[in-house]
């Protein structure tokens, strides 16, 4: 009777810890098919000088500016201030029009009211500050900033200032070099990967085997012709914004995996390019967390579009329901 009681105890046990695994493996799923579709957000920018709130245009409206920066923050208080004062230093040196969209992602410190100062000091024109009431992720911010940023071309850029703005210029020589003049189709990803042997020499001996282990896991699974994928600093056509913002499920991690993994799925144009990185004090990467949610999210990549679960399209979600 013991006995019995015992094995009854231990299958229940084993059940529900299946069950949690279960559950916890398949969130990004469930939340794909539960959040609220990225193209019904609205939102509205401040203008700091007379306290005036205007709709964010959207994306499928035609250009007004050659370039946005889209800057995803969450308590950023702390290091955004170099990453504007170095990029609107750069802007000024430059011939072509463009603005900064700060993305405050449910910030609980300064971040937005640091955005509206700089707002304010350089005009809304030229930098405006969306904000999310809750946090969605790094991914849900860049791809509501993308979602209302007016330029020709787009750049994801981090609030740390890691990569060095100036090597925006590399990206837009190559971005002219092989965007595809039939469809407009571009991406020109900024990549760490000659960097790596020298890296490997200053880093511990568990982060390389994480770091070697990780791209593994994006070549076998996900993405085969960019060798850094990670690297906060890439360049889109609008075109190519509208089908990937419109199409990606995965709001937090390794969401710049699943656009590269579309993106190869429709044959778009892909190059990398090396920069300049270096890592900035102040990150709240979590390492052992971070690896088993993005090892986690990668089998999800291709488990998901290898079942149809997650279709990729060639038009844009918004655009299709249009032509209904």
Sequence with gaps: MVVSLLLIAVFIALFALVSLGL?????????????TPAGEYKHAFVD???????????????????????????????RIKKMLDDTLAYLKTKDFSAEIIIVDDGSKDKTTAIGLEYSESVGTSNLRVL????????????QQGMLHARGELLLMADADAATEIRDLDKLLVAMESSRDSKTGHGIVVGSRAHMEEKSVAKRKWYRSVLMYG?????????????????????????????????????????????????????????????????????????????????????????????TGLWKVRRRNRLETKKNK
């Design 23 to 35: 559950w916890w493996f398949t969130t990004p799923i469930r939340q794909s098919f539960t959040n």
């Design 48 to 78: 700091p000088s007379s306290g005036n709130t205007t709709a964010f245009p959207s994306l499928f409206d035609e250009p007004t500016v050659k370039l946005s920066i889209i800057v995803p923050a969450y308590n950023e208080e702390e």
């Design 131 to 142: 904000t999310l009431k809750e946090n969605q992720g790094k991914g849900g911010a860049v």
């Design 214 to 306: 990780f791209h593994c896991l994006v070549y076998g699974l996900a993405v085969k012709t960019v060798r850094d994928t990670q690297c906060g600093f890439k360049l889109f056509t609008r075109p190519t914004a509208r089908v990937l913002f419109t199409t990606m499920n995965l709001r937090r991690w390794c969401f710049d995996v699943e656009l590269l993994h579309i993106a190869e799925k429709l044959k778009m144009p892909i190059r990398e390019v090396p920069v300049n990185w270096q890592e900035i004090p102040g990150s709240k990467l979590r390492l052992l967390e971070a690896s088993i949610l993005m090892g986690r999210d990668l089998v999800i990549i291709r488990f998901c579009y290898t």
